[in-house]
């Protein structure tokens, strides 16, 4: 009998799914991917827009284009998802499933911070988490007239633990571009111990030391209480207050509202397992930023692209053999390498493997110019998967 799985969410963590499962499944099965856009970017790029490197519609692929021909792609909002009667309810009308994956990612909860939704609305606040907050930061920068800017990380987790220290060292680069190097102080304000705090200690004082050549300053252990707009300022749990020109913060993340809705979250995430991809509730799996995934009870696995697209190939075999078909066990894996923008168009790399034992062995390679043109030449590669954009 023909059977049905459907995956919402057309992110990486729902592209690389469908893939997966379509060279697992025979070609009868439906496979249908649901989401509201039909424009994707990687997470790279939001740092590229917001440097002014590349423009959005130089950096967007449409899953509708990359997924024709082997998947149905439709372009809905997800309403919500009634596991007893696998259904999920959609603006185009309900669909039925054998097994659903949630890819929906994390939603961005600045409200609950008391201050910051404000700050973010009237422009003394910003952030790259977003497209349209990339853009509107961009042109807070090119507004900037020098001064104190506070990078602040709002709560653990978030997407891409290295993203906010690239993000410090692009806005220096551009304010010295602009001629106010001596005017700005940039300061890195985190939660962690140490930055990178699942990297280890050695990690973060390389980090913190190259951060500090390039004019960028690190604050460990402050959590982030509340911002007061209009006198510029932020408080934290410790009780220290400072005072800033520009806030770029880290807004909070939290899983998907439909996973929430439907009661699939522990906290503010999806619990999957690692081994599987399995939710708590049968026929429903989880995968990318919305999941909790745990290697250790302390330890969850960082919310980054190349993340979910590993989680999906587990979840894919995982799905593929519960459905009944003689497929491979899911190989583990939570190994990670991603690119650490600079300045002077140069890039690095964190790669790290999250299963070693006793703790993840994580490497910083620092930036380079080389490292760079590598990472636009993967970049080109990723555009390519679409055949418009790819070609352009
Ligand atoms: C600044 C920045 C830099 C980053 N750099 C890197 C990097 O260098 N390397 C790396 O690996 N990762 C990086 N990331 C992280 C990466 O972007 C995310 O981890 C990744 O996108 C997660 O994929 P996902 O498929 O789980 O979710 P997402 O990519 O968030 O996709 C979820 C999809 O679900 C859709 N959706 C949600 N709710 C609904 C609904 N109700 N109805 C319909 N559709 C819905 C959304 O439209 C979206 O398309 C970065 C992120 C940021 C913000």
Same mark, same amino acid.
């Not at 190097?181 to 004082?205: C, F, K, N």
């Given at each position: 009998?023909?059977?049905t799985?459907?995956?919402?969410?057309?992110?990486?963590?729902?592209?690389?799914?469908a893939r997966?499962?379509?060279g697992?499944?025979p !070609?009868?099965d439906?496979?249908?991917v649901v989401d509201r856009?039909?424009e994707q970017?990687l997470g790279v790029s939001?740092?590229?827009?917001m440097r002014?490197w590349?423009?959005?519609h130089e950096?967007?692929?449409?899953?509708?284009?990359?997924?024709?021909?082997?998947?149905e792609f439709l372009?809905a909002?997800?309403?919500?998802?009634?596991p007893?009667?696998r259904?999920v309810?959609?603006s185009?009308?309900p669909?039925g499933?054998?097994?659903?994956?949630l890819?929906?990612?994390a939603?961005?909860?600045?409200?609950?911070?008391?201050g910051?939704?404000?700050a973010l609305?009237?422009?003394?606040?910003?952030?790259?988490?977003?497209?349209?907050a990339a853009?509107?930061?961009r042109?807070r920068?090119h507004?900037?007239a020098g001064?104190r800017?506070?990078?602040v990380?709002?709560?653990l987790?978030?997407?891409?633990?290295p993203a906010?220290y690239?993000a410090?060292?692009?806005?220096?680069d551009?304010?010295?571009?602009r001629g106010?190097?001596?005017?700005t102080e940039?300061?890195?304000?985190?939660p962690?111990?140490s930055?990178? !705090?699942?990297? *280890?200690?050695?990690?973060?004082?390389?980090?913190t030391?190259?951060?500090?050549?390039?004019?960028?300053?690190?604050r460990? *252990?402050?959590q982030?209480v509340s911002?007061?707009?209009r006198?510029?300022e932020?408080?934290f749990?410790?009780?220290?207050?400072e005072?800033?020109?520009?806030?770029?913060?880290?807004?909070?993340?939290?899983a998907a509202?439909?996973?929430?809705?439907a009661g699939?979250?522990e906290?503010?995430w999806v619990?999957?397992?690692?081994?599987?991809m399995?939710t708590?509730?049968?026929g429903?799996w989880?995968?990318?930023?919305?999941?909790?995934?745990r290697?250790r009870?302390?330890l969850m696995v960082p919310? !980054?692209?190349?993340?979910?697209q590993?989680?999906a190939?587990?979840?894919a075999?995982?799905?593929?053999r519960?459905?009944?078909y003689?497929?491979?066990e899911p190989?583990i894996r !939570?190994? *990670?390498?991603c690119?650490f923008?600079a300045?002077?168009r140069?890039? *690095?790399?964190?790669?790290?493997?999250?299963?070693?034992?006793p703790?993840?062995?994580?490497?910083?390679?620092?930036?380079t110019?080389?490292g760079?043109?590598?990472?636009e030449?993967e970049?080109a590669t990723w555009l390519?998967?679409d055949?418009?954009?790819?070609?352009a």
């Amino acid at each position: 009998m023909q059977k049905t799985v459907v995956i919402l969410g057309a992110g990486p963590g729902g592209i690389a799914a469908a893939r997966a499962l379509r060279g697992l499944l025979p !070609a009868d099965d439906r496979i249908v991917v649901v989401d509201r856009h039909d424009e994707q970017r990687l997470g790279v790029s939001l740092l590229l827009i917001m440097r002014g490197w590349r423009e959005p519609h130089e950096v967007a692929i449409r899953p509708s284009r990359v997924l024709n021909g082997f998947v149905e792609f439709l372009p809905a909002e997800v309403l919500g998802v009634d596991p007893a009667a696998r259904r999920v309810e959609t603006s185009a009308g309900p669909l039925g499933y054998d097994a659903v994956l949630l890819a929906l990612g994390a939603e961005l909860v600045p409200e609950t911070i008391p201050g910051l939704a404000h700050a973010l609305e009237n422009g003394v606040a910003g952030h790259c988490w977003a497209l349209p907050a990339a853009l509107q930061l961009r042109e807070r920068l090119h507004c900037f007239a020098g001064g104190r800017i506070l990078v602040v990380i709002a709560r653990l987790p978030y997407k891409c633990p290295p993203a906010p220290y690239e993000a410090a060292l692009l806005i220096r680069d551009l304010v010295e571009e602009r001629g106010l190097a001596t005017s700005t102080e940039i300061t890195v304000v985190t939660p962690e111990p140490s930055p990178l !705090a699942v990297a *280890g200690p050695a990690v973060g004082e390389q980090l913190t030391r190259y951060l500090a050549s390039r004019g960028v300053s690190v604050r460990t *252990g402050e959590q982030l209480v509340s911002v007061d707009p209009r006198h510029r300022e932020v408080t934290f749990a410790s009780g220290t207050r400072e005072l800033f020109d520009l806030l770029v913060v880290v807004p909070p993340h939290r899983a998907a509202t439909v996973a929430r809705d439907a009661g699939l979250t522990e906290g503010d995430w999806v619990p999957a397992s690692l081994r599987t991809m399995r939710t708590n509730v049968a026929g429903v799996w989880a995968i990318g930023d919305l999941a909790a995934v745990r290697v250790r009870d302390t330890l969850m696995v960082p919310k !980054a692209a190349v993340f979910a697209q590993q989680q999906a190939e587990i979840a894919a075999r995982d799905i593929a053999r519960a459905l009944g078909y003689d497929v491979p066990e899911p190989e583990i894996r !939570a190994v *990670g390498r991603c690119w650490f923008l600079a300045g002077r168009r140069s890039a *690095g790399v964190i790669e790290g493997d999250f299963l070693a034992e006793p703790r993840p062995a994580v490497t910083f390679t620092e930036p380079t110019a080389e490292g760079y043109a590598l990472m636009e030449a993967e970049l080109a590669t990723w555009l390519a998967q679409d055949p418009l954009t790819g070609g352009a």
